[in-house]
């Protein structure tokens, strides 16, 4: 590749954004396709986008147990994260229909909470690995008295015990990870938008000039794009970003990445509320609760916004949404807003959008009475539901890299529920995967094409239609019943 170089990236959100950022940073000619547009809905998933990283906010941590090459890429993008904050506070960048108010990340802390009695090895782990790069009093555990006194002197009390369960007796246990925070997604992705345009990338947004309908060919070289409103694209490399949708364009990636439905709900806070300060993000940090416990555990959640939503979303199960494609297999296909409107034929296993899986309901209530009985008391029910797609690994690496035996091709997703955090930096990583920079770096060896070999996967993926995650398999529930009560009983 040489700078100057025509690059096509198609999608435009976390990794289709920030390749496109760092491309045209580093001189290529950029051109970026989404069929969505994204200029209106300003991905806001409330005003219609749909995507993993259009949402109202996502979480931040460096903390990443022994798995230190992530640890450090957070460290990296907390970094750019408040450089970010600075740009639009000093005006220098301020997207259209934002202003110098608006800020990208909070820095309200991240707490990773068990009903264990004592810290597990993984939140050990985490501050072990972030003591030992040098980031000490970061990883503040509960547990420990010396860590609570510090939480204290920096005003951060109510981080360390966000449900107040020292209130009711009972000893939290955790890790404040006071590095992370929230990004506040749909005005970060305006941000990086706005940036990239400033760089020179090119966007062609909307459902036929933006949406890739093939890839074109020279032999086994990938010269380019057809777009569905017939017009052909040429480019030196081609770089596919579609999210969930992925698997299903690139069917190679086929036993290593599928499209898994994570269930969000959203309460909304009145302002009049004595729980609009309790839960703000002056009190109130981001927070995963029983990460590790399998179907019942897999919670987190944030503080409510500055609109009063109060968000709790479950990944303890992912669902799947198999598909039978044109070649005769099943693939796992987000059942979107987008996918219902297109259909192509393919019929989503799940009646309704707004049908919410039944198990993901009855953990967050059950947690929700138990850790927050507040919102019940205040009659504040489920104000709208997601379903919301990830890209998930067999592994949780993300894949960046070259399309085997496709020259001209490469791949940049796999998000495996952990990627929005690196909006400001993992296109600097895939500009270098492309120009072959550094590539003994562990984290780009992790990110290779690669087949699951005889290891045991984190996730099980293309189960198919017959696996027991397939929402055709599970009980779903109507958004008016799961919206009835905030109590556990439906
Ligand atoms: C419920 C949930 C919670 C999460 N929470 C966190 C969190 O707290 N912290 C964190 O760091 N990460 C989190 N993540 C992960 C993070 O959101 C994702 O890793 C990241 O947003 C993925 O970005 P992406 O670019 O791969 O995909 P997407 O954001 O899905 O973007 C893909 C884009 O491709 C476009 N596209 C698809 N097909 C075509 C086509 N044929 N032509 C043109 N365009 C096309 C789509 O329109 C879309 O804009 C979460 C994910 C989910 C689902």
Partial sequence: MEKGDSVIVVGAGVFGLSTALHLARRGYNVTVFDRQAYDESQYSYLQGADAASADINKIIRSAYGGQTEY???????????????????????????????????????????STDEELPPWEQACI???EKAGHHNTQLATTDPRHCEVAASRGQSSYMDPFQQRRRGQNPVGVLDTTGGMAIADKACRLALHKAREASAKFIFGAQAGCLQSLKFKGNRVTGIETRDGKSHQAA?????????????????DGLCEATAGSVILMKIPTNSPLWDRLGPQQFPTFTFNMRAGSQGGLYGFPRNEDGYFKVGYRGTKYTNPVRQSDGKERSTP??????????????????????????????KTFLDEYLPELCEENISIATTRICWY?????????????????????????????????????????????????????????????????????????GSQGERALGNIALSKESVVKQSAKAAL
């Avoid at 034929?345 to 049908?355: C, I, K």
């Fill in 71 to 113: 640890q450090s890429l957070s460290t990296e993008a907390i970094a750019a994260w408040h450089e970010w904050n600075e740009e639009l506070a000093s005006g220098r960048t301020v997207p259209p229909g934002m202003t110098s108010k608006d800020r990208v990340f909070i820095a309200n802390g991240n707490i990773s909470m």
């Fill in 128 to 130: 072990d690995g972030m």
């Fill in 237 to 253: 490399m081609t770089i596919l970003a579609c999210g969930g949708w992925t698997p299903v364009l690139l069917p190679e990636l």
């Fill in 335 to 364: 059942a979107t807003r987008w996918s219902v409107a297109e259909r192509d034929g393919a019929q989503p296993v799940g009646e309704r959008l707004t049908d919410f899986p039944l198990q993901a309901c009855q953990v967050i």
């Fill in 391 to 463: 890209t998930d690994t067999f592994d949780n690496h993300f894949v960046i890299d070259r399309v085997p035996r496709k020259q001209g091709l490469m791949v940049a997703t796999g998000g495996s529920g952990h990627a929005f955090k690196y909006l400001p930096n993992i296109g600097n990583w895939v500009v270098d995967v492309m120009e072959n920079v550094n590539t003994d770096r562990k984290a780009i060896k992790a990110w290779r094409w690669r087949a699951l070999g005889s290891g045991k996967p984190i996730n099980n993926v293309m189960e």
